[in-house]
Every structure is written in structure tokens, then in C-alpha cells.
């Protein structure tokens, strides 16, 4: 994860990198406590044979 300010840029595919292939994880995207949405990234990442 990046930090640039007050907000996170999130690389997906280096995160899935360090997991192991399979992500799942909630994070909170929006500006302030008040006004923010919880949101679930779940992702798996295919073999290179498959994308080809």
C-alpha cells in the first residue's frame, strides 16, 4: 500500500502477490468517518495459460 496524502493507493496485484494467488479482504474507501463505505475486495488470480 501507498500512501500519498490522506488517502491509500492499493496495488490488487501485488496484494495478491503476498497472499498467495487468493485475496479477500474489506477496506473503507469515501472521505471522512462520517461519510465512508466498507467495501470487500475478493479476487483470485488465474494461471498464465488461462489469460493467454
Known amino acids: 500500500m501507498k500512501k ?3 488517502y491509500t493507493k ?3 496485484i501485488e ?3 503476498k497472499s498467495g494467488g487468493t ?3 474489506e477496506i473503507y ?3 471522512n468517518r462520517k ?3 466498507k467495501v ?3 479476487a483470485i ?3 498464465e495459460e488461462v489469460v493467454k
Open 4 to 6: 500519498k496524502g490522506r
Open 10 to 12: 492499493l496495488d490488487i
Open 15 to 17: 496484494m495478491l502477490k
Open 23 to 25: 485475496l479477500d479482504r
Open 29 to 31: 474507501i469515501g472521505g
Open 35 to 37: 461519510n465512508r463505505m
Open 40 to 42: 470487500r475486495i475478493v
Open 45 to 47: 488470480r488465474l494461471p
